[in-house]
């Protein structure tokens, strides 16, 4: 794809998923500007200061773009007034400035497979009941409604655990599987960054257009799998496992419309230094 393909819009664009996601882009030949608020972007972007809320940056940010690629929230923060705000607000107000200012242009949401029933009989679909559990899902959950009737050329990506190039993330899962006491036994659903930026692309190209679509490599891995890739242990057990899809995504959709993790377990990413 070459730079003619128009200007994209990235918001989040100096977090976990967005400063890997971005330089990908700028490699493939696509014309990227970034929403941010007094920070560098990576080379051949070209940064717009501003935010989610500041609403004459954001119409301007948005002037003549051809597609939205937005990522900008908060996820782990004990204040659920901010998380609401940022993740539904925000993207209320996103969504307002491209209905003003580029009604034609494709708009990407990167939302969570944290949406679905902790007590799902089945890896979670798309077109499974909701019922987040915490302010991130279900503020991602109402945001994904306001995208949905807007009017847009929209499509959701439901995101599960992401991780590799150095992100670190996966390196904190220890503390949090803990903090939870999560059965080792559960199997977690994950995608490498280099496969988000293979569904992003998609999206891009519209084949996801009008959909919400699980994004997720091919290999749940258990809990106890993962803590050992990062040299940590957990409490074994060999109790029953309640709730044994929680956290693990149906992708069958996106296959179905041509995904394919590059990255297809993270065993793969370890083997091949992409963690």
């Known amino acids: 794809m070459d730079r003619q393909f128009g200007k994209i819009l990235i918001t989040g664009a100096t977090g976990l998923v967005g400063s890997r996601l971005l330089p990908r882009l700028v490699e493939a030949g696509y014309d990227c500007s970034a929403l941010v608020r007094g920070k560098e972007v990576a080379a051949g972007v070209a940064a ?18 051809i597609a939205i690629i937005h990522l900008a929230a908060v996820f782990r923060s004990p204040d659920t007034d901010l998380i609401w705000k940022s993740n539904l607000e925000g993207t209320r107000n996103l969504i307002d400035a491209v209905k003003s200012n580029a009604s034609d242009a494709r708009f990407i949401f990167a939302s969570t497979s944290h949406v679905y029933d902790v007590a799902n009989p089945h890896p979670g679909r ?22 949905r009737e807007s009017g847009l050329n929209w499509s959701v990506l439901r995101f599960p655990f992401v991780y590799g190039d150095g992100d670190g993330h996966l390196e904190e899962l220890p503390k949090h599987v803990v903090a939870a006491k999560f059965h080792p036994a559960m199997r977690m659903s994950t995608i490498h960054h280099r496969d988000i ?3 992003i692309v998609m999206a891009l190209q519209g084949i996801m257009d009008g959909r919400v679509v699980n994004i997720a490599d091919e290999a749940p891995t258990t809990l106890y799998e993962l803590l050992q890739l990062v040299g940590e242990t957990m409490t074994l057990s060999a109790a029953p496992l309640v709730n044994p899809w929680y956290l693990h995504a149906d992708a069958s959709l996106a296959r179905s419309l041509g995904f394919q993790a590059s990255v297809r377990t993270v065993y793969q990413a370890s083997q091949e230094n992409l963690l």
Not at 126 to 144: F, G, I, R, T
Request: proline fraction near 5%.
């Open 197 to 199: 930026y293979t569904a």
């Open 48 to 65: 717009i200061e501003g935010d989610l809320f500041d609403l004459a940056t954001l119409q301007e940010a948005v002037k003549d773009a």
């Open 126 to 147: 798309e077109d499974d009941a909701l019922n987040p559990q915490h302010a991130y899902p279900a503020s991602k959950v109402a945001a994904e409604k306001e995208l």
